[in-house]
Structures are given as structure tokens and as C-alpha cells.
């Protein structure tokens, strides 16, 4: 059983800066998603098991970095410059997918944390 714990949420202000953490032990692809109200869940970003592979979206490209610390269990997602748009329940996920590679499609998650509010204020 893989046991996700995100942390970092809050309130900002527009333009501030927030930095996620998500415990997560193993050899997985992960992934930070997030879910605004009325809205589906979307994939911001993603990064394969060493870390040598990233993925984001458009939204977030040039603002957000994943990154992770494999000997601390940690996969962090910086967000920078946030905006109000950011404002949303993010989850940290692991895909069930033995790869090498990131994994880009959400079904392919089998492992879900509980989520931490992001809230940016304009």
C-alpha cells in the first residue's frame, strides 16, 4: 500500500510563492494534480522515478518546478508567481505504471493523497 501525505498549502497573495511537499516512498512516476471547484481534475505537473523526466501543463510551464529527493521520500512541487487561476485542492499521486518514463494520463494514478488547499488571492 503506497501512503501519500501532501503539505504546504495556504494562502498567498498573487505573485507569492508556495512549496509543496508529498511523503511518497518507492519507484514510482509521480504527479501533482490539482481540482478547482466546478472544474476536473488536471495534471500540472509530472516527473519520472530519478527525476531526470518532467512534464507540465501550459498553465503552469515557466512558474511551477517538480522535483524530487529520493533519499527523503519527497516530491516537492515550487510554485511561483501564482495566480488567482491557481487557487485549488492539489493532490499528489503515483502512478501504478512500471516505467521509466513520465506518466501523462491521469488513469494511470493508482495512488492518491488526501490533498492541501492552495488559495492566491488577488
Known amino acids: 500500500q503506497v501512503q501519500l501525505v501532501e503539505s504546504g498549502g495556504g494562502l498567498v497573495q498573487a505573485g507569492g510563492s508556495l512549496r509543496l511537499r508529498c511523503a511518497a516512498s518507492?519507484?514510482?512516476?509521480m504527479g501533482w494534480f490539482r481540482q478547482a471547484p466546478g472544474k476536473e481534475r488536471e495534471l500540472v505537473a509530472a516527473l519520472n522515478w530519478s527525476g531526470g523526466l518532467t512534464y507540465y501543463s501550459d498553465s503552469v510551464k515557466g512558474r511551477f518546478t517538480i522535483s524530487r529527493d529520493n533519499a527523503k521520500n519527497t516530491v516537492y512541487l515550487q510554485m511561483n508567481n501564482l495566480k488567482p487561476d491557481d487557487t485549488a485542492v492539489y493532490y499528489c499521486a503515483a502512478s501504478s505504471v512500471m516505467t521509466s518514463q513520465v506518466v501523462t494520463t491521469t488513469r494511470d494514478y493508482a495512488y492518491w493523497g488526501q490533498g492541501t488547499q492552495v488559495t492566491v488571492s488577488s
Open positions: 518507492g519507484p514510482y512516476a
